[in-house]
């Protein structure tokens, strides 16, 4: 079992940063791949961020590459997303998840456990 609590959303104007965190308890969250997922009103939830286990590996949606930088630490049973030059399209829920591996945690039907999500806005 892993439950995962995200923080650090909030309101942040156009061409700003974010930092937003995970923190997994339960002994698997070394275990498993992590990823962040967004869902924007009306729209489905993608996944924008996802890590491998030991953080070796990491893939990224296209909408985001070189802007969001996903990271873990496995010490203090925590992933991160750092999200920078935010731009309005960003805003949604931001939604933090676990997996047995990378392939099934970018993927919302193969996600294994899911946190209650952060509110993340972008004004123009």
């Known amino acids: 079992q892993v439950q995962l609590v995200e923080s650090g959303g909030g309101l942040v104007q156009a061409g700003g940063s974010l930092r937003l965190s995970c923190a997994a308890s339960g002994r698997t969250f070394s275990m498993s791949a992590m990823g962040w997922f967004r869902q924007a009103p009306g729209k489905e939830r993608e996944c924008v961020a996802a890590?491998?286990?030991?953080?070796?590996?990491?893939v990224y949606a296209d909408s985001v590459k070189g802007r969001f930088t996903i990271s873990r630490d496995n010490a203090k049973n925590t992933v991160y997303l750092q999200m920078n030059s935010l731009k309005p399209e960003d805003t949604a829920v931001y939604y933090c998840a676990a997996g047995p591996s990378l392939q099934t945690v970018v993927i919302v039907t193969t996600t294994t456990y899911w946190g209650q999500g952060t509110q993340v806005t972008v004004a123009s």
């Open positions: 890590i491998t286990r030991s953080g070796s590996s990491t």
